[in-house]
């Protein structure tokens, strides 16, 4: 009799708490479902910045913890309280996570851009500097030649070959 009074109370326990299956109740002060969209965004940017950089942030003055919320004016309670709604209404979080995902892509999809015309500048600086090094070697080869051409005329000529340098001369 007790464990069948047991069984019948767990059982409408359970029942009775499944009851208020209609989710938390709409906030005051629900964050727009593009707002949300950009907080998410902003969220996953400040929560991928690397050890290095991070401190470069706080240094500068940025509260990476706060930097969202204070961003786009909420709080982290209005944050949480609207996250639980769209939550629970799954449909409404994965339009906004959809969004979010896909203005991440392209986001990096531009960066990556950015960084292959940044990657074919340096490519191309690089090539114009190793020419002008070549322009210059090439004018002091024919520098040297010419000088090399100048002084085997003279020793031709009869003409003794200037020393080309100081330790060249014989002593005195």
């Given at each position: ?39 998410l ?30 961003k ?61 090094i ?10 040297d ?28």
């Amino acid at each position: 009799m007790l464990k069948q009074f047991i069984t019948y109370f767990c059982i409408i326990l359970i029942a009775t708490s499944c009851g208020n299956l209609s989710g938390p109740k709409k906030p005051e002060n629900l964050i727009p479902k593009d707002k949300m969209v950009e907080v998410l965004i902003d969220a996953r940017l400040v929560g991928s910045v690397n050890g290095t950089n991070k401190r470069l942030l706080e240094d500068k003055g940025y509260d990476l913890k706060n930097y969202v919320f204070e961003k786009h004016g909420i709080d982290s309670l209005q944050f949480a309280e609207s996250n639980d709604y769209y939550t629970y209404h799954i449909k409404q979080y994965q339009e906004i996570f959809d969004k979010a995902i896909d203005s991440l892509e392209h986001l990096k999809n531009q960066l990556e851009i950015q960084k292959k015309k940044l990657d074919k500048e340096r490519r191309h600086k690089e090539l114009d500097s190793i020419r002008k090094i070549e322009k210059l070697k090439d004018s002091l080869l024919q520098l040297d030649k010419k000088k090399l051409d100048i002084l085997e005329e003279e020793t031709e000529e009869g003409k003794l070959a200037r020393p080309l340098l100081e330790k060249d001369t014989l002593p005195q």
